[in-house]
């Protein structure tokens, strides 16, 4: 596309596109990707303002309470990248499927039992090497959150099963069976007020990154990032899904193996999620308990919708809601605004960024294929 | 003379400098044309020539930018669709618009305005019987509207606007879905009550016969504007082609090679049976082949099996029995399969059917080639440098017009989408072409190239089954013509033998 020869095709000079530089072309179709997104996050945060001020509290105390609470320390910032962790992975179950054309939403369930999962085969290993247990939790979370979300895909491409509605009922069951296990079978009869899994042992949690507060986790989740970037966008499979994620019935007379391609796929994302699952309970909590159900797995479809499902996108948007997040509990001591605040502000962000899906390919001057119509 | 004017029902419907903008876009410049009250006018054009546009301003669904309309000769206000429907403005539409599951009688009485919460269905009875009695023609009334042929439920439709009171009715391509038989015998009616005075039509149409047969005045539009008016007695088929084109150039085919006798066909499908869509049927393929250097048509009114006979040779539905062979081995769609016997599939509605919409032209192109090399050999890395180069070349070799290789495919008009297609599925060596409706809501240029591009195919030896609802585009490619009716083959004919009216009695299924 940088060939300067005249198009035979269009009659024009290669390097432009409706009388324009080529280079702007491309860069207006980046362009729209950040705009519309960033658009949608300020109306957010606009609406998100007008109900604090309805409560009577300052939107401006409010952004500023997340800062300190998000960004404004070492402490804070270390909190936030703690709580972006996680969301990496998370929106990865979202997003993987997403460019296949499956709407995925259960991958706090996933979450939950690859942290099950991991907690539970740590046990009968205490006192084998520390990356031996490492890896044989990697690989439990990692084949629970698959398998887990593997059957949504299974039932979607064999049963025609509604793969949204299916992800999330199986959410509510993967937290039952969890919840179930915790305080039955695998319940540590010293974990009173908070029924627990035995715990892993000191010896096999993951460690902080050096000089921070931050464990390995994040790094995981970001090579996690990096890796299903390459995944969609530099690999053939990747083309096929998203062949098939952009039409079925295309990708199916081209003989691309639709079946194979949904499987495999949603079991990567499950295990993306399961493996968050793992690193929760071996970098954060010690033990599998109830708190792995804190809403990681639907926060992670918020930070992928913001991050129009592209992998690379996840990284900063997983970044600025780890600090939303981190910064709840600094809200409800300075603000006295209830834990729900956050909440309310995602859900806000949810919609507006969903409402802004209906203005790509609309504004003239982020779309080149609109700007040769501009002489009538 | 006054008197004849009071009792004449039909209307007068004229446009004065009709003009509407979509934004930049001038999709009907300062457009006149005079319908004359009891006359059948045919309006003409390419699709985008702004037809449907125009007729919907009539119609109140869009407010023109400018311009007025006359009925009878008095400015009238058409703002809205319930405004135009009060004046006596009526509408067929190409698909049908009854609701299947109840009777013509049914049917009739609930599109009244005027009809209550509750029904007395002995008086409507009484009324639509004296009503019946006045038409020129009769529908039966009594049966759920699902279970009449096409040509009914069209007579229906056109039935339901004259018992609405409709003095002027726009036909939307009225025949489209119907067999030659029953678009002249619809088609008849419609003049026969022009002619009576009770009726004006407004009809548009992209087949000549039909504009030449039936219509006494022709309007043509060319790109928005109105480019002249004629009656049709004093115009030829090329005239009016000429007015609508203006003064492009279209595609010339090649000449017609002789099939080589003996070849073995390329395609073979025998005895293969499968349940239909609704899963009541069974679609049951005899024999069909294809030998190299053919076409072979399958004509037959949609629904009828065509879909369903597709979606097996395409591997996307499962056959009961039978068989499917490609140069004599069996063949079951898949990837390697056609990519190893050069067996190429395009469906109709490409965007729909055959591309990823939203994905790029360039990334549309490589659909069949991505995750290959050059030597065709499978590869993991996908080479970017690659898929630009090769859609470079496709699009320049079929003369695709796009604003550029990253554009969305969508972005493309329908002419340009399926030129992009065919590029994709017939550049390389093809053996066996499947191809259905390929011009399917395309201009003149468009089709002219396209089908040149078949026949230039075929005479390079490729072997293509084509199948289609338009008969003129069956005439004019194929080698044999097979009918399909109720989900078989019960027709066959070598072209030279072929006769409109007989495939047209088997596609209606009197056979």
């Given at each position: 596309m940088t060939n300067a020869s005249p198009d035979t095709l269009t009659g024009m000079p290669r390097v432009e596109v409706a009388g324009r530089p080529e280079a702007l072309a491309k860069w207006a179709r980046h362009a729209e990707a950040l705009v519309i997104p960033g658009g949608a996050l300020l109306a957010g945060l606009a609406v998100f303002s007008v109900f604090l001020q309805v409560l009577g509290k300052s939107p401006l105390a409010f952004f500023q309470a997340i800062y300190l609470g998000g960004l404004g320390s070492a402490f804070s910032l270390d909190n936030a990248l703690t709580h972006a962790s996680p969301l990496l992975l998370t929106a990865l179950c979202v997003a993987l499927p997403a460019r296949l054309g499956l709407v995925i939403i259960g991958g706090e369930g996933a979450l939950v039992l690859g942290g099950l999962a991991a907690a539970s085969v740590a046990l009968p290993l205490q006192g084998q090497p520390y990356l031996i247990v490492l890896c044989a939790m990697a690989a439990a979370g990692v084949l629970a959150g698959g398998l887990w979300i593997g059957m949504v895909g299974a039932l979607r491409y064999y049963?025609?099963?509604n793969e949204t509605i299916a992800s999330l009922l199986m959410a509510y069951i993967g937290i039952a069976l969890m919840n179930q296990l915790i305080e039955g079978p695998l319940r540590d009869p010293a974990s009173l007020n908070k029924p627990s899994t035995y715990p892993i042992g000191q010896a096999y949690r993951i460690a902080s990154i050096p000089g921070t507060q931050v464990h390995w986790g994040l790094v995981v989740g970001i090579l996690a990032c990096l890796c299903s970037w390459v995944l969609m966008e530099r690999t053939t499979w990747g083309f096929a899904a998203r062949v098939a994620g952009g039409n079925v019935r295309a990708a199916q007379i081209q003989g691309l193996p639709v079946g194979k391609l949904i499987m495999a796929f949603t079991f990567i994302a499950g295990a993306c999620a399961g493996l968050a699952g793992m690193i929760e309970v071996a970098a954060v909590q010690g033990n599998a308990n109830a708190s792995l159900a804190s809403g990681y797995g639907y926060t992670g479809i918020l930070v992928a919708f913001l991050a129009r499902q592209n992998p690379l996108a996840i990284i900063p948007v997983a970044f600025m809601l780890g600090a939303i997040d981190a910064s709840g509990s600094l809200l409800q001591r300075h603000m006295g605004l209830p834990d729900a605040t956050v909440e309310v502000l995602q859900g806000i962000l949810f919609i507006t960024i969903l409402f802004s899906d209906t203005f790509y390919g609309r504004i003239k001057w982020l779309n080149p294929d609109l700007w040769a119509r501009a002489q009538p | 003379m006054m008197q004849i004017q009071q009792l004449q029902r039909a209307l007068a419907l004229e446009t004065i400098g009709m003009s509407k903008n979509f934004g930049a876009l001038q999709a009907l410049a300062d457009v006149s044309i005079k319908v004359a009250p009891g006359s059948f006018h045919a309006l003409l054009g390419e699709n985008g020539a702004g037809k449907s546009t125009l007729v919907k301003c009539i119609m109140g669904f869009y407010v023109p930018t400018s311009g007025a309309i006359l009925l009878d000769g008095i400015e009238a206000d058409l703002g809205t669709p319930a405004r135009a429907a009060a004046l006596g403005l009526g509408m067929v539409y190409q698909h049908f618009t009854l609701v299947?599951?109840?009777t013509g009688a049914e049917n009739l009485v609930i599109s009244r305005a005027d009809v209550g919460a509750i029904i007395d269905w002995r008086e409507e009875t009484r009324r639509l019987d004296a009503f019946m009695a006045t038409m020129p023609f009769e529908v039966p009334l009594n049966v759920p509207t699902g279970q009449l042929a096409a040509g009914q439920k069209q007579k229906l439709e056109i039935l339901k606007q004259l018992y609405l009171g409709r003095r002027l009715l726009i036909l939307d391509e009225p025949t489209s879905v119907l067999t030659p038989d029953e678009a002249r015998s619809v088609l008849g009616l419609l003049r026969q009550m022009t002619r009576m005075g009770d009726l004006t039509v407004l009809m548009i149409s992209h087949k000549f016969h039909e504009v030449t047969a039936f219509a006494d005045e022709v309007s043509v539009l060319r790109k928005g504007s109105f480019v002249g008016s004629g009656r049709t007695a004093a115009l030829t088929p090329a005239q009016m082609a000429a007015m609508m084109i203006g003064d492009a150039r279209l595609a010339v085919m090649d000449h017609r090679a002789s099939v080589a006798a003996g070849a073995e066909p390329a395609l073979l499908v025998q005895g293969v049976t499968a349940p239909d869509k609704t899963g009541l049927k069974t679609i049951s393929i005899a024999h069909v082949a294809v030998k190299p250097g053919e076409i072979v048509g399958i004509a037959g009114i949609a629904g009828n099996g065509q879909k369903e006979f597709l979606e097996i040779l395409a591997g996307q539905r499962e056959m009961s029995s039978g068989s499917i062979c490609v140069h004599g081995a069996a063949y079951h769609a898949t990837r390697l399969e056609a990519r190893q016997r050069h067996v190429r599939f395009i469906p109709e509605e490409p965007l729909h059917n055959a591309c990823a919409p939203k994905m790029t032209v360039a990334e549309n192109l490589a659909l069949?080639?991505?995750?290959?090399?050059a030597k065709g050999e499978k590869r993991v890395w996908l080479n970017q440098t690659r898929l630009t180069s090769h859609a470079r070349r496709l699009v320049e070799d079929f003369n695709v017009k796009t604003t550029s290789l990253a554009s969305p495919i969508n972005t493309l008009s329908g002419g340009n989408v399926q030129r992009a297609t065919l590029a994709r599925e017939l550049t390389g060596e093809v053996d066996l072409l499947i191809v259905a409706?390929?011009?399917?809501?395309?201009?003149f240029s468009a089709v002219a190239e396209i089908r040149a591009r078949i026949m230039a195919a075929r005479n390079a030896g490729t072997a293509v089954l084509l199948v289609s609802e338009d008969l003129d585009e069956l005439f004019e490619l194929s080698d044999r013509i097979l009918v399909m009716s109720g989900g078989e083959i019960v027709f066959e004919t070598p072209i030279a033998a072929a006769d409109v009216a007989t495939i047209g009695a088997h596609m209606a299924g009197h056979h």
């Open positions: 049963r025609g099963v | 299947p599951s109840l069949r080639i991505f995750d290959t090399n409706n390929p011009c399917f809501g395309l201009d």
